[in-house]
């Protein structure tokens, strides 16, 4: 377990981070909304009416850029966020095509995810930015 005066430099360091700034600026539940822009800055991972599936989405900033970058309503698409902790879709950015589900991915069956949206098996890009890989 970390001591008292690591966890508060590290605290303090966050609060000053320049991500942690912006992201609070511009209203986003955290700074890892810049990791996914810059992923898809990079390789444009998100297309226009995709669906995505966003595996340990707590606190929710990838689903507020996934959203984001879904493009308008009439495009389609859909995000779901899925996550072992309670969430709460984010009111900034994220529109009705956003959904939540707080589960265990690993015990999910493709019937629950139906309900959801049609094939998300073969259609989501998948982003677990926040589950280890040993699923």
């Known amino acids: 377990m970390l001591s008292r005066p690591v966890v508060a430099a590290w605290t303090k360091g966050t609060i000053q981070d320049h991500f942690f700034k912006e992201a609070k600026k511009q209203g986003y539940v955290s700074r890892a909304a810049y990791k996914l822009v810059e992923i898809q800055r990079k390789h444009k991972v998100i297309k226009p009416g995709n669906k995505v599936l966003d595996l340990g989405c707590v606190p929710g900033a990838w689903l507020q850029v996934a959203c984001q970058q879904l493009g308008r309503r009439d495009k389609g698409g859909l995000?779901?966020?899925?996550?072992?902790?309670?969430?709460?879709?984010p009111p900034k950015y994220c529109d009705d095509r956003v959904a939540v589900l707080q589960a265990d991915a690993r015990l999910l069956t493709p019937e629950v995810l139906q309900h959801y949206a049609q094939d998300v098996s073969s259609a989501a890009q998948l982003l677990g930015h926040a589950i280890g890989c040993n699923v």
């Open 79 to 89: 995000v779901l966020g899925i996550d072992i902790q309670e969430v709460t879709v």
